[in-house]
């Protein structure tokens, strides 16, 4: 799993061609990130201290866990539709 905070060398953030321009709404785009970050073969560091503030005011995440099908449909434009499709996340062809 990637997401939340995330820290990068620059060098290693250009490697792996940052994040995808490609994705709108809300989801995938990390995952995306992690597989170019796999397949570039960077190591990932765990830091367990510090804390943060998001500034977000919704949890989108939260809809999709609690599972209301009311409330997921309701923010259902602020979501990526890929999310949505029953098939395996792969690389992107163009990044």
Known sequence: FIGGVL????ED???VNGYPND???WGLED???????AHCGLRISRVRRGSYQDLDPVNMKGFLDKGDRG??????PWYNVEMF???????DQDW
């Open 7 to 10: 820290g990068f060398r620059p």
């Open 13 to 15: 953030f250009r490697r």
């Open 23 to 25: 994705y709108w709404g």
């Open 31 to 37: 995952d995306q990130l992690a597989l170019r970050i």
């Open 71 to 76: 409330e997921i449909q309701q923010h259902m």
């Open 85 to 91: 499709r029953k098939r395996a996340l792969e690389l």
